[in-house]
Structure formats: C-alpha cells, structure tokens
C-alpha cells in the first residue's frame, strides 16, 4: 500500500500550544505544515520532520524556510496524549533558531532533552491554570 497523507490540524494545534507556551518565537508555525500519514513501512518511525533545504528555499524564491511536521498515524495515534505530546515537542525541537531551512540532529534531540522541554512545558501550564485572573 501507498503512504497517503492527510491534514492534521490537530496536531497543528498541539504544536500552536507547545510553542506559544515555551515561547518559542522562533518557530514560526505559518512556514509548518502538519500531515498525518497512512501506510509507511518506517519500522521504528513515530514521526518526521522535514526541512527545505536552502536550494530548494533559493529555487522556489523562498525567503524562509519551511518545515514539515508528519505524524504516522498507525504508531503515532496509539500513543498515550502524554507520549504523543512529547513526539511534537521533539520534533518542533529539530527546528532550529535561524528557521534557515537546517535541522537540528539527534545528538541534541534525544529523549533526556525532550523530556526536560515537557516537563517545563508541564509545569508551565500547570502554573498559568491555577491563575485566578
């Protein structure tokens, strides 16, 4: 079977609360697209996260980059919410601060650092729901 892919505006929203918590200005979620895919034989894959290259940006007449967040709906979405949280952290945390079109690899984006980023995540949302006004 072909790999077919869909919108996935819930995991764009996911990824607007993640940044717009964490303040991460610098992913800027107009240049991210969100797919769920159907059909991929990735083995051990939960996720991607794909990048535009610089070449690509050059030949397109881009002045930014542009990023691709896909979920593989046949892993991703038995995931507890939890282990599906920190699969989109972890991956907006491949994009890097100059949104230039790079990735950030997996020497830095492993599971010590996403899980450090959703426990300050956590605890941020935590802190701003028992606000009284």
């Not at 990048?51 to 990023?67: E, N, P, T, V």
């Not at 010590?112 to 949302?125: E, P, Q, T």
Request: net charge positive.
């Amino acid at each position: 079977m072909a790999i077919k892919y869909h919108q996935a505006p819930d995991i764009q929203q996911i990824a607007k609360e993640v940044v717009n918590k964490l303040a991460w200005n610098h992913v800027l979620l107009e240049h991210v697209a969100f797919l769920r895919s159907t059909g991929s034989k990735a083995r051990r894959t939960i996720a991607r996260c794909h990048a535009l290259g610089k070449a690509m940006q050059i030949g397109m007449g881009r002045r930014k980059g542009f990023y691709l967040i896909e979920v593989i709906s046949e892993k991703f979405d038995r995931l507890s919410v939890d282990e599906q949280l920190k699969v989109i952290i972890h991956e907006l945390m491949h994009i890097p601060k100059s949104f230039g079109g790079g990735f950030i690899h997996h020497n830095k984006v492993h599971t010590a650092s996403v899980d450090k980023i959703y426990n300050h995540y956590c605890n941020l949302k935590k802190s701003s729901e028992t606000k009284w006004f």
